[in-house]
């Protein structure tokens, strides 16, 4: 697999950075992997094939290919790309392989000037917590405050839903303005580039890092906002702790967030927070111009919480009309307490909060999922 620099070019939306992929096998066409962003942001943009790189990780595990290009690389991104073929090898090892990067290598000076701290920003609940986690009155460290969201076309939104992007990119823009930060819209096809190789829910950490080192001149910095907490990246996700920090380079540094909170932890983190109220997205469906479907499994388990915090009624992002009677015992079924035992599952939380704030449903709670030994264990979080 052959990678080489196409440069930057004005397009319709903006600039686009643009890499040539060759593949090694016969009658296989190019590809061209591309990052577009608005003209205001067209400095942020690289200048190194780094954004090549990472993208080309799994396409090339997947098939045994080695990476080559003749532009030198980070010599601390090669390092950490090493650790990550590993970290993936070693849990796919029917599928993936680690695979040479045949580069010249380079070291880059820590950056300095006008690069900043940014974040990756989605409106679901893992961005709002990382972005409450890091509001002045948090956050000590001036350095560490986001200065701008990245908001991306390309990852759950693909095409035929670019009119629902740009809604919901003018959306975030007023958010992140209250907040005195910028919104930096990227548009890129990197997925036609990985889904064939493996599936999304474990390249999407290397695209989320594509995407930053495509940014590497506007950023010192980039939050990523965790999915998991640490005690639960046992089978892997794609971003994680572990790998995202390994996919940083001598000028860009990719920090993963928010691995200390649960998922119920983090929307009561965030639940009083008007902005989150408004604009909070957690569904992934084609919505059609509403932000949340409220029946898909993401959406039921969103408002579960939100109603057991008593909060659901100040959410104007989800539809009304949510009701117990749609949670199945399904959509909440626990983890295997065997393999986690010190792990607190969704619905053992659930139960222990659901126990101090609405007692009244506790019948309706035990229908759905019975109570264990383990639960005793938990309900004293919220008797604090």
């Not at 990476?67 to 029917?94: C, E, N």
């Not at 908001?151 to 303005?177: C, P, S």
């Not at 639940?271 to 409220?294: D, F, I, K, M, S």
Request: with cysteine; glycine share 6%; charged share 20%.
């Amino acid at each position: 697999m052959i990678l080489t620099p196409a440069g930057t070019r004005e397009s319709p939306g903006g600039v686009t950075l643009a890499f040539e992929v060759r593949r090694e096998q016969p009658d296989t066409e190019p590809f061209e992997l591309q990052f577009e962003v608005p003209a205001p942001h067209a400095d942020f943009l690289s200048t190194g094939i780094e954004p090549a790189l990472i993208a080309a990780l799994f396409p090339a595990m997947a098939t045994g290919e080695t990476i080559r290009t003749a532009h030198p690389v980070s010599s601390r991104l090669a390092y950490g790309l090493k650790q990550i073929m590993d970290y993936f090898q070693l849990w796919f090892p029917d599928k993936l392989q680690t695979v040479p990067i045949e580069a010249p290598r380079h070291q880059d000076s820590p950056a300095t000037g006008s690069r900043t701290t940014g974040m990756f920003f989605s409106g679901g609940v893992d961005s709002f917590y990382t972005l409450a986690r890091h509001q002045a009155d948090v956050e000590s460290d001036p350095c560490l405050r986001p200065r701008y969201g990245v908001f991306v076309f390309g990852f759950d939104l693909t095409e035929g839903r670019l009119n629902e992007y740009i809604q919901l990119a003018d959306r975030y823009e007023k958010v992140l303005q209250a907040q005195g930060m910028s919104l930096v819209r990227v548009r890129t096809n990197l997925r036609a580039m990985l889904d064939p190789a493996h599936p999304w829910l474990y390249t999407h950490g290397m695209g989320l890092a594509s995407v930053a080192h495509a940014l590497d001149r506007g950023f010192r910095t980039l939050l990523i906002p965790s999915t998991n907490r640490f005690s639960l990246y046992m089978p892997p996700n794609g971003s994680n702790p572990i790998t995202d920090p390994w996919a940083s380079s001598e000028s860009l540094e990719l920090l993963h967030h928010g691995c200390e909170a649960s998922r119920i932890n983090k929307v009561r983190g965030i639940a009083a927070w008007p902005p989150v109220r408004e604009h909070l997205r957690v569904c992934w469906q084609e919505t059609h111009g509403v932000l949340n479907c409220g029946a898909c499994p993401k959406c039921l388990k969103t408002q579960l919480i939100l109603w057991t915090l008593g909060a659901l009624d100040h959410f104007p992002a989800f539809p009304p009309g949510f009701s117990l009677d749609q949670i199945t015992p399904a959509l909440i079924r626990p983890l295997n307490p065997g393999a986690y035992p010190h792990e607190q599952t969704f619905a053992e939380e659930w139960q222990a909060l659901v126990t101090t704030l609405r007692p009244e449903a506790m019948a309706r709670v035990n229908q759905l999922v019975p109570r264990t030994g383990r639960l005793s264990r938990w309900v004293k979080q919220f008797k604090r």
